[in-house]
């Protein structure tokens, strides 16, 4: 999938357009919170833009992966296969659902920040050992 995939993709689901932000996708009205995906080959980020600023999550060598990740928050799974003719097309995300997640992930991250266990690109989560 690339980026124009998953734009033709978020729209066909009905995701408000307000809720995303992806490199190349024209038209948008991009409210002050939104998930994001930036980048070019090579060297992809998303992550959430919250007042004012942006906070990545992951990034990524690959543009599919990328584009993955940012299905999977926003429709909350992977992206679907195109439903036989006569099947049901998947059902519309909750635009409040969606806010609360992006909400939700970026306090994590905020946390993880001040707590000082945030991971640097590329690096493994730390264990946890007995205490």
């Not at 080959?41 to 998303?46: H, M, S």
């Not at 990524?60 to 992966?65: A, M, Q």
């Not at 992006?102 to 306090?107: C, Y």
């Amino acid at each position: 999938m690339d980026r124009f995939a998953l734009c033709r993709a978020l729209e066909a689901a009905r995701v408000p357009a307000t809720s995303y932000e992806i490199a190349d996708c024209p038209g948008r009205h991009l409210a002050a919170d939104r998930y994001f995906l930036d980048g070019h080959e090579g060297d992809w980020t998303v992550g959430v833009h919250e007042r004012g600023t942006r906070q990545v999550f992951e990034r990524f060598t690959d543009e599919d992966e990328a584009c993955r990740w940012l299905h999977d928050r926003l429709l909350g799974g992977p992206p679907p296969v195109t439903p036989a003719p006569g099947e049901p097309a998947a059902p519309h995300p909750d635009p409040e659902a969606l806010q609360r997640r992006a909400d939700d992930d970026l306090e994590a991250a905020l946390t993880e920040l001040l707590r000082g266990t945030a991971r640097k690109p590329g690096e493994d989560p730390p264990e946890s050992g007995p205490e």
